[in-house]
């Protein structure tokens, strides 16, 4: 079965510093992943995906995230963090294993930026 | 493009009372899903349609849920008898491409439902 796991409930950064949320995936096949933002009261917000190919994938919002399959792992970053990044990020994946269209969560990680 | 479109924002109902989301996907896409958001339990796949035909309603919690799709363009959630427990914000989300697995996942903002 596929999973992804988000080792933090939270990540808390200064404004201006860069950000790393981290998320681990377990797949039986080929990996398809995509990070996803909240805002408060909001519906999730697609960021980007990694299907294939470059291993840094460039989102929106000035985020990034770096696919590494020896590590499975799949963190998203930013160069510079801004107070209006603070928000839920979901890490997700689907495989070919199962029921192959569904999305596959992580828990969330919090991500509060403070001045 | 307007996005998935989904009604009610906001539902407070009794416990027994009858609840019905309501979805418009994406035009063109031929994929829905409906999620649930807890805290307890995070995101949830209910049920995923393709083509309109529900390929996948393990996630339903028990028989009072149901759900359809009667044509590309409408869904329903429908909670009969409702339960304080179905408390928790229900999202509709649609894509192009049913097993085409890069393909995105949008969602709308969302149901939000209390039951009391």
């Known amino acids: 079965a596929q999973s992804v796991a988000q080792p933090e409930d939270q990540v808390n950064v200064a404004e201006g510093n860069p950000l790393t949320v981290k998320c681990t995936y377990s797949?039986?096949?080929?990996?398809?992943l995509f990070w996803y933002v909240q805002y408060p009261n909001r519906g999730l917000q697609f960021l980007l995906k990694?299907?294939?190919?470059?291993?840094l994938v460039k989102g929106s919002y000035g985020f990034e995230a770096e696919f590494n399959k020896s590590q499975t792992s799949f963190h998203l970053k930013k160069p510079s963090a801004l107070v209006s990044d603070s928000a839920l990020y979901f890490c997700?994946?689907?495989?070919?294993?199962?029921?192959?269209?569904?999305?596959?969560f992580g828990t969330g990680t919090r991500l509060q930026v403070t001045l | 493009d307007a996005g998935v479109i989904q009604s009610p924002r906001h539902e407070v109902t009794e416990m027994g009372q009858e609840v019905t989301l309501r979805c418009k996907p994406i035009?063109?896409?031929?994929?829905l899903f409906w999620y649930r958001q807890t805290m307890m339990r995070g995101l949830e796949l209910l049920i995923y349609?393709?083509?309109?035909?529900?390929?996948?309603d393990s996630g339903m919690p028990e028989d009072r849920f149901s759900a359809k799709m009667p044509n590309a363009s409408f869904s329903t959630l429908k909670i009969q008898p409702s339960e304080p427990r179905d408390s928790a914000v229900y999202f509709c989300?649609?894509?192009?491409?049913?097993?085409?697995?890069?393909?995105?996942?949008?969602f709308g903002e969302g149901s939000w439902l209390t039951v009391v």
């Open positions: 997700a994946v689907r495989d070919l294993g199962g029921t192959a269209s569904k999305l596959t």
């Open positions: 797949v039986s096949g080929n990996p398809y």
């Open positions: 035009s063109g896409h031929n994929s």
């Open positions: 990694y299907i294939t190919g470059d291993n």
């Open positions: 349609f393709n083509n309109n035909v529900p390929i996948d």
């Open positions: 989300a649609s894509s192009f491409g049913g097993d085409q697995l890069g393909n995105t996942i949008y």
